[in-house]
């Protein structure tokens, strides 16, 4: 806060003195011009009769798709449990590849700074930065459409994100217990077992869960680009306007995705 003092020498109290509130005009200025010129080069690059037209497609789509063609469920029960099958196995094959990699990333059980743990980090951040459709895209092209290209490129996106929520759970450990340890004389590898994974179980279920929540989100869109899943039917269903099949197939992936927020919250509440 700051004073300023008037001809009478009376002293007026401001929020900001002069150069910080010009600073923060500038500030505002600078953002403003950044956002008219991005909407400007979007403008220039979209149809706007489109967008425009939008709501008369959205109304006509929608009356087409309804009622949903509930006779086609029969046709979703395999590819919604290949869904939930690629979401399981590849959170247990992240997760069995997560656990190394968090140890090996973590400062305080590395087993050396430069040759393990950037490496590490490096794995880390490259599978957390792709996409799983641009995973399920590369993969489809290299070993070929189906269940498991789609439980890999799950399996590689979910690498990075368990890995770091858990090695930045073990870094935030209870030393005093590793040292407990320590003092008995026991292995590196037993402070490991009976010092740090006590402590970070609850993380690892946690985190466990609330990925297999998020695969399965991301794994009912996979087949649209060939890896398997319900998503092959949502594709095949708009390829050929198949409006009413489509409702349908939103229909079943909202009701998994629910079903798996609520488990997902029930096994969370009950670690917790």
Known sequence: MAISIDKNSQKIWAVRDRNTQ????????????????????????TTWFFVLDAPRIAGDIGGRAMP?????????????????????????????????????????????HIFCRWPA?????????????????????IIGPGIFAGTIAIAVRSIGFCAKLLYEAIEEIDEKQVEAIKATGASRWQVIAYGIVPQIMPSFAGISVFRWDINIRESTVLGYVGAGGIGLQLKASIDVLA??????ILLVIFAAVILSEMVSAKVRAAII
């Open 121 to 141: 980090l490096l794995i880390i951040v490259s599978t957390r930065s792709i996409n799983s459709l641009i995973w399920a895209l590369l993969l489809v092209a």
């Open 243 to 248: 409006w009413p099949q489509v409702s349908l």
């Open 68 to 112: 949903p063609k509930w006779p086609y469920i029969n046709e979703l029960w395999k590819p919604l449990w290949d869904t939930i099958n690629i979401a399981t196995i590849g959170t247990v094959l992240s997760l069995i590849i997560a656990v190394p990699i968090a140890f090996m990333a973590a400062r305080n059980t590395t087993p050396h």
């Open 22 to 45: 010009l600073t923060r005009w500038f500030v505002y200025f600078v953002a403003v011009t950044v956002i008219m010129y991005c909407w400007q080069t979007i403008s220039e690059a």
